[in-house]
């Protein structure tokens, strides 16, 4: 049961920072300004389904991984640690900072570069859930195998 949450929360987790991403890519190439703060701004509120989804997979994720050994779990440990330290220090500063330039709006090199700065962390935070992800179901598949009659 705890796996499965576990497993729901990563899944909230990728789809959430999936959805920001193509928006922020869409909305910024093809959108007009409105459009862009709209995205900017709603990317706030997609906030607080995220950090939960993030707080829940990595709670869980930590008390699953006390049982187990192994270079699997350890990756997974690491990469969660990544994964938070990008969303505490880039990812919700950005989206703070990127909502306000762009109420006013002001679209300067600054707003660009954290802009920048805001996809690569976004886009590593993706592919580290994913690979979690993965090491996870070989996890799962490990354990069955192991109590399997
Ligand atoms: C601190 C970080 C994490 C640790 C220590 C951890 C640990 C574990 C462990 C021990 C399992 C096996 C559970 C079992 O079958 O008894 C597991 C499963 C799984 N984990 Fe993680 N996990 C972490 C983060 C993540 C993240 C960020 C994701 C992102 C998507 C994720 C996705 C999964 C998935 C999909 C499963 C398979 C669940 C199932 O099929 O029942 N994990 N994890």
Do not use: C
Not at 5 to 19: E, S, Y
Not at 43 to 54: E, N, Q, R
Not at 89 to 112: E, K, M, T
Not at 133 to 145: E, H, P, T
Request: proline content about 3%.
């Amino acid at each position: 049961m705890k796996s499965k949450l576990h497993a729901a929360a990563g899944a909230v987790a990728m789809l959430t920072i999936a959805t920001f991403w193509v928006s922020t890519l869409v909305s910024e190439t093809f959108g007009t300004d409105e459009q862009v703060a709209q995205v900017k701004f709603t990317i706030l509120y997609g906030m607080v389904l995220l950090i939960p989804a993030m707080a829940a997979v990595g709670g869980s994720g930590f008390a699953m991984g006390k049982g187990w050994r192994g270079k699997q779990i350890l990756a997974k440990h690491l990469r969660m640690k990544i994964i938070g330290g990008n969303g505490i220090l880039i990812l919700i500063p950005s989206a703070f900072f990127l909502a306000s330039r762009a109420q006013v709006p002001n679209f300067d090199g600054w707003f660009y570069a954290v802009q920048t700065l805001e996809i690569i962390a976004g886009a590593t935070n993706f592919i580290l859930l994913g690979l979690n992800m993965r090491y996870g179901i070989a996890l799962a598949r490990r354990r069955k195998k192991a109590t399997a009659p």
